[in-house]
């Protein structure tokens, strides 16, 4: 049994004595009567349950409130969810009129992604009140659960504040995005031993992974689907840990680098929304083991299916790139020192020459507030003609401030033969922002425009309804190995188990400049390097969640290795299929990942050496595969940079003994592996 009843609950629908009951696929209505004596001596509680019967939550119908236990071991107790709006109304910690259970087991074929199909698999109840209904989804992955409302949509909800408690049992670890202010997604993550030692008046942003080592079980904080609402971040106080949410905007000034839209002054209210407005799935997942999280799309099921009719002109790919390395180019025929339409076009040849769909033209074309106002050093009409007739399409950044102040800006650059915008600096994620991104994306798709949201708050799912939005920034990428050491192993090892949970990222990896912490100096302007070896570098697009793929080195650099240079050309950035293999928060990940017939396995660590045994059982039976890996060099010395790495060949079948390979400090493998037969 799914689900079972405790309790009659004192259930009344329509004045009717009717109790909604759900065993399996098959769903009752019977008579209150008919209950009464099976159910007269239990509580008046919901037992829900995930499909795996690992997570089980119990949920108090005279409260809407729920506990929730992971394989028999607890993990929150008595949470009551809490919305409350002007007048005095409130949603949360009521006697429910009626519930419904319901189960599904179904199948989503993403357009781009980790996989082509993914299980959608999840248990519910809803329950019904007066004026709102509170839904409870349980995947194996984890629970959510979200206010809905029922009133008119003419009606108006000013909503005043929301209590989401994540009392999490025991005193976990913390890997804590820490902040003081609402305009920061790209921090660097802080590790608490336990919850109980963050200052009270702390936040972080979420997802927020929270690991409890003594019982084994690692869980994330996060939410999915928000319209017009703040996005949540977590707040540590005496009670404990809460969501935490921006107030809405009343007054928005140009502020920070003089282009930023900032919120000066505030409404004593989080949003304005609807009466019959869907609320953010508040989540908290749990594992036991952390390789789930390398392959969880909780978020992007949660999420609204997408609303283009046609997807046909959705291309992911990879692009040649300027910003990263200063457009220093060694063996250009020109003037490099300042950008030019004949510098660009030398970017377009370069993608032209390795199969890179893209060539991404960062700010310095155009008039910052006026975007169609060009720099008449760049014939921006000329780069997209030319990239045009070489088969590359052209990417243009704009500041965000330019087009929530006039969207139209989007209409002419589509109608130049532009493919996409790289929109940058929102640098918050109130609930007008979120009105901000959702009319971006939406405009775009109306003209056929890629997006890339830069220096914006984490994704919560608007790329399914928008698969047009190929990526989010939101992480301290490889652009931070310019100014500060915070792009480095350690943290890449702890945001692929968390950040990319929400979904894909602009991270920029591509350097060919690697490094160790001894002799790593961070460097702008000028040729910037990274911290790692170039064999985690490399392992970085298997890795990483990225449909639209920065090479943000020069096109001279890559060309001094022609192995690497191959091996860029070729990666995939959308997958057939997604295998962890191994991986733990903080320490590495392996994944294997395929597209057609080949396999790409990509491995990173921290800054801790270890050995990793691949097993080749994933590979398809009676199939002898070409191994080619790029594995960390064993003779670099621990105070060295960190570019060379070795090459290795070999064929494999899924029969073949495990391998084991070494990561140094800092560093990470690739493989490729491709059918001979």
């Not at 659960?145 to 008119?152: E, H």
């Not at 689907?225 to 000034?253: C, I, Q």
């Not at 063996?331 to 339409?341: K, L, V």
């Not at 370069?350 to 006026?370: H, I, K, Q, T």
């Amino acid at each position: 049994m799914l689900f079972s009843v405790i309790g009659q609950s004192s259930i009344f629908a329509n004045k009717k004595p009717y109790i909604y009951i759900s065993v399996m696929k098959h769903t009752s209505l019977l008579p209150v009567a008919a209950l009464c004596l099976l159910l007269a001596s239990c509580e008046k509680q919901i037992v829900l349950t995930s499909p795996d019967k690992n997570t089980v939550a119990v949920i108090d119908v005279n409260t809407g409130a729920y506990s929730l236990t992971f394989k028999n071991q607890p993990v929150v107790s008595d949470v009551c969810p809490v919305i409350s709006f002007d007048g005095d109304t409130q949603w949360g910690n009521r006697k429910a009129c009626c519930y419904k259970t319901s189960q599904i087991r179904k199948v989503q074929h993403p357009l781009y992604g980790k996989n082509k199909e993914i299980k959608d698999e999840y248990n519910s109840v809803t329950l019904y009140y007066s004026g709102y209904r509170l839904v409870f989804r349980m995947y194996d992955a984890g629970l959510a659960y979200r206010f809905v409302g029922k009133g008119s949509r003419r009606d108006t909800l000013t909503v005043l504040s929301e209590s989401a408690p994540f009392p999490v049992q025991g005193d976990p670890a913390a890997i804590w995005g820490d902040t003081i202010t609402f305009t920061s997604w790209e921090l660097d993550n802080k590790y608490y031993h336990h919850v109980s030692d963050i200052a009270d008046g702390r936040y972080a942003q979420t997802p927020l992974p929270l690991v409890n080592k003594e019982r084994g079980l690692t869980h994330i904080v996060a939410e999915a689907d928000l319209h017009n609402y703040p996005g949540m971040f977590v707040r540590k106080d005496s009670t404990g840990l809460n969501g935490y949410w921006a107030y809405s905007p009343s007054k928005v000034e140009y502020g920070s680098w003089g282009f930023v839209l900032c919120a000066t002054e505030r409404h004593p209210y989080l949003t304005r929304v609807p009466a019959n407005h869907a609320f953010p799935w508040r989540i908290l997942m749990t594992t036991d083991d952390d390789r789930t999280l390398l392959t969880n799309e909780m978020i992007w099921l949660l999420s609204p299916e997408c609303k283009l009719k046609d997807t046909g002109w959705i291309r992911p790919g990879k692009a040649t790139w300027e910003w990263w390395h200063c457009h220093i180019l060694e063996n250009a025929p020109f003037d490099c020192r300042r950008t030019s339409t004949e510098m660009y076009k030398y970017y377009i040849d370069f993608a032209a020459e390795n199969n890179l769909e893209y060539l991404l033209v960062d700010a310095g074309w155009n008039n910052l507030f006026r975007p169609t106002e060009l720099n008449p050093r760049i014939d921006i009409h000329e780069v997209i003609r030319y990239g045009g007739e070489k088969n590359v399409g052209v990417w243009l950044w704009l500041g965000a401030c330019a087009i929530i102040d006039n969207p139209a800006y989007l209409d002419t650059i589509a109608s130049w033969g532009a493919k996409g915008v790289k929109i940058d600096f929102f640098d918050r994620d109130d609930n007008l922002m979120q009105q901000a991104y959702e009319m971006m994306a939406k405009r775009c798709a109306d003209n056929r425009l890629l997006v890339d949201f830069h220096g914006c708050s984490k994704p919560t799912g608007l790329s399914r309804e928008y698969p047009n939005v190929l990526n989010y920034e939101a992480v301290r990428g490889e652009e931070c190995c310019k100014w500060d050491t915070t792009s480095n192993p350690r943290y890449r090892t702890e945001f692929v188990f968390s950040r990319q949970l929400c979904g894909p990222m602009d991270y920029t990896p591509g350097s060919m400049r690697n490094c160790n912490r001894d002799v790593f100096v961070p460097r702008d302007p000028g040729l910037p390097s990274t911290l790692g070896t170039r064999a985690q570098e490399l392992a970085l697009y298997v890795i990483l969640d990225q449909p639209f793929a920065m090479l943000c080195d020069s096109p001279d650099e890559y060309r001094k290795d022609s192995l690497v240079l191959r091996y860029l050309s070729q990666v995939p950035v959308t997958w057939d299929k997604t295998i962890a293999l191994e991986g733990k928060i903080g320490q590495y990940a392996v994944m294997a990942k395929q597209t057609g017939d080949k396999w790409y396995v990509g491995g990173i660590n921290n800054w801790d050496k270890r050995d990793v045994t691949l097993d080749f059982s994933f590979l398809e039976p009676d199939v002898t595969y070409k191994a080619e890996l790029f594995t960390d060099s064993p003779d670099c010395p621990a105070d060295a940079s960190l570019y060379e790495y070795t090459r290795h060949l070999s064929p494999v079948t899924c029969h073949h003994s495990p391998v084991t390979i070494t990561m140094q400090s800092g560093g990470g493998f690739v493989m490729v592996l491709t059918p001979e037969n």
